[in-house]
């Protein structure tokens, strides 16, 4: 076994990948059969991280009953599965940032609360899924961020070191997971934040505003 290295890990939504657009769509659509009233997507965005449940809750209220809300969720999903990837993108200068760490032999991946069944196709529509080293995904393991496990399984796929990566993300849960798998941590402030969240408070090493201060980030842990 070679020695194992550091990588740089990234959460998806809101810190890889833009995907506001598509899941904002998606519960529009949702309104729209319920004959309810459209979302800005600025009503929506901050909401985006924190998934399925929370968009629904946005859409419909949080007074639902457990079925209504499952039936609503279920929903939802299956709208979002025909949009998954119409207008989601890499957040400017993530692929040049990607493409330097390959340069240089350094290995990055994804660990998301995202389901599979969105999260593969995703990565595979904008042709990252043979670039990564590792995706773990929300149903990959039965654990899930803010747990460390999701953190540590992509670190066994990728032969890395935890204690030497990195991990990106733009949500409280994200920061919490990477503390607790000893990695140094950075939230994207591009993310998908609500107007109450303080994310100085979340414990993160670095906040970083762009692809560029990311990159310096990699320089100065040593990956880059």
Same mark, same amino acid.
């Given at each position: 076994? !070679?020695?194992?290295?550091?990588?740089?890990? =990234?959460?998806? %939504?809101?810190?890889?990948?833009?995907?506001?657009?598509?899941?904002?769509?998606?519960?529009?659509?949702?309104?729209?059969?319920? *004959?309810?009233?459209?979302?800005?997507?600025?009503?929506?965005?901050?909401?985006?991280?924190?998934?399925?449940?929370?968009? +629904?809750?946005?859409? =419909?209220?949080?007074?639902? #009953?457990?079925?209504? $809300?499952?039936e609503l969720i279920?929903?939802?999903?299956?709208?979002?599965?025909?949009?998954?990837? $119409? $207008? &989601?993108?890499l957040f400017t200068?993530?692929?040049?940032?990607?493409?330097?760490?390959?340069?240089?032999? !350094?290995?990055?991946?994804?660990?998301?609360?995202?389901?599979? *069944? =969105?999260?593969?196709?995703?990565?595979?529509?904008? %042709?990252? #899924?043979?670039?990564? #080293?590792?995706?773990?995904?929300?149903?990959?393991?039965?654990?899930?961020?803010?747990?460390? &496990?999701?953190?540590?399984?992509?670190? #066994?796929?990728?032969?890395?070191?935890?204690?030497?990566?990195?991990? +990106?993300?733009?949500?409280? *849960? /994200?920061?919490?997971?990477?503390?607790?798998?000893?990695?140094?941590?950075? +939230?994207?402030? @591009?993310?998908? =934040?609500?107007? /109450?969240?303080? !994310?100085?408070? @979340?414990?993160a090493d670095w906040?970083?505003?762009?692809?560029?201060?990311?990159?310096? +980030?990699?320089?100065? !842990?040593?990956?880059?």
């Open positions: 076994m !070679t020695e194992k290295l550091g990588g740089l890990l =990234f959460d998806l %939504d809101g810190t890889l990948i833009d995907t506001a657009t598509d899941m904002g769509e998606a519960l529009n659509r949702l309104l729209r059969e319920e *004959r309810k009233p459209a979302l800005s997507a600025a009503s929506i965005r901050p909401h985006v991280s924190h998934g399925s449940k929370a968009l +629904v809750a946005l859409g =419909f209220g949080d007074k639902l #009953s457990r079925d209504l $809300e499952a279920k929903r939802y999903l299956d709208c979002y599965a025909q949009c998954v990837a $119409e $207008e &989601s993108k200068g993530m692929d040049a940032l990607l493409q330097r760490l390959e340069d240089r032999g !350094t290995a990055w991946g994804v660990i998301t609360n995202k389901p599979a *069944r =969105f999260a593969v196709p995703l990565m595979q529509q904008l %042709d990252l #899924s043979k670039r990564c #080293s590792s995706l773990v995904c929300g149903d990959s393991m039965a654990l899930r961020k803010p747990h460390a &496990s999701p953190l540590m399984l992509a670190c #066994s796929h990728a032969n890395l070191a935890a204690e030497k990566s990195v991990y +990106v993300g733009d949500a409280d *849960r /994200d920061i919490a997971a990477g503390i607790a798998a000893n990695m140094r941590t950075v +939230v994207m402030q @591009w993310g998908y =934040f609500g107007a /109450d969240e303080d !994310t100085a408070s @979340w414990g906040h970083c505003a762009d692809a560029d201060a990311l990159w310096r +980030v990699c320089e100065q !842990t040593g990956l880059a």
